[in-house]
């Protein structure tokens, strides 16, 4: 039996063909391929363009929310397969770092220090994974840790985690790279972390700016956030991130800066459930 997260619990994420389609507003994912009838959560596309990397709940993983890999064959996402470090329990949030180093993710597997926690896995020269490395103390805690998102330079790690002290149940924060590792982290201020859930979001280039998933009242949006965490966020103009939809999961593509993936539920065009949907990436004003 597959094992349905809750919205708050999965956040929400998308993605379809990169480089085949003229954009507009935006434009769906991987048609039948990434997005299908099934829910597709966040994905995130190797520096190189020639993969991508994005969670769903379909049929033929090994149990609960997989990873899955398509590769770019003839200007077309081809060949899903599900990833070999797949468990029983879920795995979801993939990012790959700009340097095409790591691939990064979060599970709820049992070997974790409590709920969710931030995994990641070397990335070898062939293309092939390493084994599974659990993020350090200094990230991972007994409270739930998810979506995983390293600024452009690798220099900072963004995350969500919720538990004691939070402005609300999620929040935003940071951590300082430390050789492999990273260093203890801190929270964001508020308002950037409000009463509502920050759950996660991606880095708009290396001087600050980011765009976020914003949880409330079972409803989920993205939102833009200037190099001055002190100034409001503004909800990102699309048509379908508004206050009753549900988008979010917004990373942007390594291969392709100028463009990026959410998740969402758009009229048209739509596949299933959740899809990914690619539009371009936000500029946001007010930053070096």
Request: charged share 20%; hydrophobic share 40%; with cysteine.
């Given at each position: 039996?597959?094992?349905?997260?809750?919205?708050?619990?999965?956040?929400?994420?998308?993605?379809?063909?990169?480089?085949?389609?003229?954009?507009?507003?935006?434009?769906i994912?991987?048609?039948?391929?990434?997005?299908?009838?099934?829910?597709?959560?966040?994905?995130?596309?190797?520096?190189?363009?020639?993969?991508?990397?994005?969670?769903?709940?379909?049929?033929?993983?090994?149990?609960?929310?997989?990873?899955?890999?398509?590769?770019?064959?003839?200007?077309?996402?081809?060949?899903?397969?599900?990833?070999?470090?797949?468990?029983?329990?879920?795995?979801?949030?993939?990012?790959?770092?700009?340097?095409?180093?790591?691939?990064y993710?979060?599970?709820n597997?049992?070997?974790?220090?409590?709920?969710?926690?931030?995994?990641?896995?070397?990335?070898?020269?062939?293309?092939?994974?390493?084994?599974?490395?659990?993020?350090?103390?200094?990230?991972?805690?007994?409270?739930?840790?998810?979506?995983?998102?390293?600024?452009?330079?690798?220099?900072v790690?963004?995350?969500?985690?919720?538990?004691?002290?939070s402005?609300?149940?999620?929040?935003?924060?940071?951590?300082?790279?430390?050789?492999r590792?990273?260093?203890?982290?801190?929270?964001?201020?508020?308002?950037?972390?409000?009463?509502?859930?920050?759950?996660?979001?991606?880095?708009?280039?290396?001087?600050?700016?980011?765009?976020?998933?914003?949880?409330?009242?079972?409803?989920?949006?993205?939102?833009?956030?200037?190099?001055?965490?002190?100034?409001?966020?503004?909800?990102?103009?699309?048509?379908?991130?508004?206050?009753?939809?549900q988008?979010?999961a917004?990373?942007?593509?390594?291969?392709?800066?100028?463009?990026?993936?959410?998740?969402?539920?758009?009229?048209?065009?739509?596949?299933?459930?959740?899809?990914?949907?690619?539009?371009?990436?936000p500029?946001?004003?007010?930053?070096?």
């Amino acid at each position: 039996m597959r094992t349905p997260l809750s919205l708050l619990a999965l956040g929400v994420s998308l993605l379809s063909a990169p480089h085949a389609m003229a954009l507009s507003e935006f434009g769906i994912e991987g048609m039948g391929v990434v997005s299908t009838k099934a829910n597709e959560a966040q994905a995130t596309i190797a520096p190189d363009g020639q993969r991508i990397v994005w969670a769903s709940d379909r049929g033929g993983g090994a149990g609960g929310w997989d990873l899955w890999q398509a590769v770019l064959r003839d200007g077309r996402w081809q060949d899903p397969t599900p990833l070999a470090l797949n468990s029983a329990s879920d795995e979801v949030d993939p990012f790959f770092s700009h340097d095409g180093a790591w691939l990064y993710f979060a599970s709820n597997r049992p070997s974790g220090r409590g709920g969710f926690d931030l995994y990641g896995l070397m990335i070898r020269q062939d293309g092939s994974f390493g084994p599974v490395l659990a993020m350090p103390v200094t990230v991972n805690t007994a409270a739930d840790e998810r979506r995983p998102a390293v600024r452009p330079d690798g220099e900072v790690l963004l995350f969500a985690r919720n538990g004691k002290g939070s402005q609300g149940g999620f929040d935003l924060y940071v951590a300082t790279a430390q050789g492999r590792g990273f260093n203890s982290a801190t929270p964001l201020p508020a308002p950037l972390n409000s009463a509502a859930d920050e759950l996660g979001g991606d880095w708009l280039g290396n001087d600050g700016a980011l765009a976020i998933t914003r949880v409330a009242d079972g409803q989920s949006r993205v939102w833009l956030v200037g190099c001055d965490y002190a100034k409001p966020a503004e909800p990102l103009v699309l048509s379908f991130n508004t206050a009753e939809g549900q988008t979010g999961a917004p990373v942007v593509d390594a291969s392709k800066p100028s463009e990026m993936v959410v998740a969402g539920q758009a009229r048209s065009p739509k596949a299933g459930g959740l899809d990914l949907y690619r539009l371009r990436t936000p500029a946001v004003a007010g930053c070096r």
